[in-house]
């Protein structure tokens, strides 16, 4: 690093000077940089308005499907009899649902089995209490008093103790009773009671697990009651929890495998429960039936999953069942219970409904219970109503977006970021078009349609009623007239899909002309031709097919092939002389005139904001604005590399002029010492 000496000779504030000198030096690189702010802060503003405006085109392509206009709902008049769906495009209608009788399930129960029910676990005190009339004796201020009577009142104290890792707190306001209900109420997993002055804990489940443990007590309570030392009777596991060789199928039991309806279920009486069967049946998916076992009956059930008369079959013979387990629980084919269909009548018309369920002209009818109910099918409005509000509600957002940035004022001398900023767009040619399109489809048409649907305003959508405010008129943003929406929805809502989502025109019964024996080629009047529905070409009235590829190569005569881009139609074989060919087709009117508005607004919209599209002319990475700003901050890095040498070189020439001074300032004082060394002359008399 280069030492600087500043004023040491000179007496000047170096520093002070040179920073004066650059602070001038510098203002035009401040221009640049303010200059590229804005143009980052316009990159920042357009960025956003693309943003808004693909959520737009979003919200407007919503309305060019037809299935947003097909929607419908089904309601019914009492859904604990029967719930509705409705597809698309079903008609409107009302139904009277008479549910006669539900359907039922097919049915297999088993014989009764030898199990042996399960026991709990308990833990008796070791001794009678002797406690009469104590045992609910009102709590009193002191706690030995409280169980006064029982006995135990000089044994007790506040405290808690731990039953199975639970705490039971123990209170001066307890009696036996309260503190048996809390062991109950516990998580502990036991029940607690008193009988012949005596207290038992009781397992809450059935098994050998867990058992009863007791710990720390310091209430003492435990040890009063005697439950302290008491030994514990293990519980014992129902016989459907222990392993199949310990209970009474065991004997007649092989390993192997049974089946029901196809599916395999394996058998390990080694391994395997009557539960973990059970289980096995249940998590089939082929099997399709839930199997239950009934502890009180002791009986094994299978329910088919399905309703109606569908059977449930059994592998019982040896081939399927070489367990032999189907025949041990009595599960075989002549125990089965066939289902039933349920019996219900729509409109009076006895209908089948095997599963609870009906579906007729789109509607599905899931029956839940008997008696009779009204399903309505009506058009989904609410559905089509959100879908128009939410086009609605973004295009004012929009519009909203460019109003603010056409009207934000430049400020003549800013001092801050935002006042630098402010204006940026003001005035934007992009902004100014796109506003002038947006508000051109409020008034937009379409002239093929009915005179009572060609505009939006006549489905509710407008810049406002009669006699609004010029305000509102400028900023161009829409007002929506719900109610008039959705009567239009209610009444027409094909008309409204039209008027919003028309994409293609029919022409039917074009006529392209007679053949003559040797042209194969002829071009349809609009393109380019939609590829559904397919075109009906003719010829002389007859049919012919359409194939993909070269026509002629087909064996036949009556197929042709389409450009659907050109519209031109090739035959296979030309059509003989004076024969008429004629088309009935669609073709795509997306940018045309006879669009419905939502679909010339869509690609009004992807124009502007597709990849490689108007706003990427401006803000891409190869856009005019992203260019700008590279290009400044080229310039930008360039002054600064350019000032910093401007800088070393000033401190350069201070340096050299200290240097110098201070060679002058020494040769000075050197002169000086001189002339001060010289003999002064002397005058006298002579």
Known sequence: MAIRLSGLSSGLDTDTLISKLMELERKPLVLMQNNNTVLQSRKTDLSGLKTSLFTLQGKITDLTYASTYAKRIASTTDEKIVTASAQNSSSNASYNINVISMATSTRNTGAALAFASGTKASMVSTEELNVGAGLNAAPNAAFSTGMAGTGLESNVNAGYFIINNVRIDVLATDTINTILNKITE??????????????????????????????????????????????????????????????????????????????????????????????????STVAGVTAFYDASSKKISLTSKTTGAKNIELGTNPGTDTSNFLNSVGLVPGGQVAGNPASVEVNGVAVTAENNTVTLNGVTFNLKSEGTATVTVKNDVDSMVEKIKGFVDQYNTVMDMINAELA??????????????????????????????????????????????????????????????????????????????????????????????????????????????????FTLAKTPVAAAPQPSITVDGEVYTLVAGDPSTVAGSKEYSINYNTGVITFGIAPAAGKEVKATYDYDVTSGSEAGIAVRLKSVLGELTRVGGTFDGRIGSKGSVTKQISYQEKRIEDMERRLKMREEALYRQFTALETLMSKMNSQSSWLTAQLAQLPTSSSGNE
């Open 186 to 283: 516990s998580g502990a997993g036991v029940t607690a009671s008193l009988a012949g002055d005596q207290i038992t804990l009781t397992q809450k489940t059935v098994g050998d697990t867990p058992t009863i443990k007791l710990g720390t007590d310091t209430s003492g309570f435990l040890t009063a009651v005697k439950l302290t030392g008491a030994t514990v009777t293990p519980g014992v596991k129902s016989d459907e929890n222990r392993l199949l060789k310990d209970t009474a199928l065991g004997a007649g039991l092989t390993n192997g495998y049974f089946s029901i309806n196809g599916a395999f279920i394996s058998v390990d009486k080694d391994k395997d429960t009557l539960a973990s069967i059970i289980d096995k049946i249940n998590q």
């Open 408 to 521: 934000e004022s430049k400020v003549s001398e800013p001092t801050t970021t935002a006042e630098l900023t402010s204006g940026n767009l003001k005035g934007d040619s992009l902004l100014i078009s796109i506003r002038a399109n947006l508000r051109s489809f409020a008034y937009a048409s379409v002239a093929s349609l009915p005179s009572s649907m060609q505009q939006l305003s006549q489905i509710g959508i407008s810049t406002g009623a009669v006699g609004s405010s010029l305000e509102q008129v400028k900023s161009g943003t829409l007002v929506l007239d719900e109610a008039k929406l959705r009567k239009a929805l209610e009444t027409n809502p094909e008309g409204v899909a039209a008027l919003l989502g028309k994409g293609t025109a029919s022409v039917t019964g074009e006529s392209l002309g007679n053949g003559d024996g040797t042209n194969t080629t």
